[in-house]
């Protein structure tokens, strides 16, 4: 089992910027990839960013349109969303997901972090 904790949300206003951290506990070694989801209210759940563990491998959404940036850090089991040029349409709950090795699904999630922009 893999154990997923966020943090960093928050209120920040349109053109800001947020950092979210995700720290990863319990059996480790078996993550192949980790991944930030975000679901904004009456919408579906849809993948931001993606980062593979080992090799650093990296996708992003269309519509990050390069203003987010995912990294990592081993030592630490913590992977990170860089988020600068915030606007409204990204207000959502974003989870933090993590893949095991030989899985084929993100099947660990952590309880989520509001991220609000005021319009």
């Known amino acids: 089992q893999v154990q997923l904790v966020e943090s960093g949300g928050g209120l920040v206003q349109a053109g800001g910027s947020l950092r979210l951290s995700c720290v990863a506990s319990?059996?480790?070694?078996?993550?192949?990839?980790m991944a930030w989801f975000r679901q904004a209210p009456g919408k579906e759940r849809e993948l931001v960013s993606s980062?593979?563990?080992?090799?650093?491998?990296?996708y992003y959404a269309d519509f990050v349109n390069g203003r987010f940036t995912i990294s990592k850090n081993n030592a630490k089991n913590t992977q990170y969303l860089q988020m600068n040029n915030l606007k409204p349409d990204d207000t959502a709950v974003y989870h933090c997901?993590?893949?095991?090795?030989?899985?084929?699904?993100?099947?660990?999630w952590g309880q989520g972090t509001q991220v609000t922009v005021p319009s």
């Open positions: 997901a993590a893949q095991s090795i030989g899985g084929t699904n993100y099947n660990y």
């Open positions: 319990g059996r480790t070694s078996y993550i192949y990839a």
């Open positions: 980062i593979r563990w080992n090799t650093g491998h990296t």
